[in-house]
Nanobody, 127 residues
Framework: TQRLVQSGGASVQTGGSLTLSCTVS????????MAWFRQTPGKEREGVAA????????WYADSVKGRVTISHDKAKQTVYLQMVNLKPEDTASYYC????????????????????WGQGTQVTVSL
């Protein structure tokens, strides 16, 4: 059984929009930091966005500010990554992550700071 289940990956054209979803199993979701990462072959993995489910604080990578919104639905225990004005450089495998223990603000976009990771989903942006 998957603890983090992702959906929403697709192939879209430049300028399009896409929303990714990550549903979390019965953990302490109400007090957790959820994040999205992406990985492109040949490039270092990048933290895209993160959200604190209790305080609703969000963080974004400079590369996606203005084009990406992270949000969540408490009742559904699901975190979303809304992306607009997609560019070819957004092409990557996207992974959600969850941290239920203590985490430093400086680590919210760091892969190894998290406890669990989703299986990943592919986003491809073409002309």
């Amino acid at each position: 059984t998957q603890r983090l289940v992702q959906s929403g990956g697709a192939s879209v054209q430049t300028g399009g929009s896409l929303t990714l979803s990550c549903t979390v199993s019965e953990w302490n979701y109400n007090s957790a930091v959820m994040a999205w990462f992406r990985q492109t072959p040949g490039k270092e993995r990048e933290g895209v966005a993160a959200i604190y489910t209790a305080g609703e604080t969000t963080w974004y990578a400079d590369s996606v500010k203005g084009r990406v919104t992270i949000s969540h639905d408490k009742a559904k225990q699901t975190v979303y990554l809304q992306m607009v004005n997609l560019k070819p450089e957004d092409t990557a495998s996207y992974y959600c992550a969850a941290r239920f223990g203590a985490i430093n603000v400086n680590d919210v976009l760091v892969w190894d700071a998290y406890d669990y990771w989703g299986q990943g989903t592919q986003v491809t942006v073409s002309l």
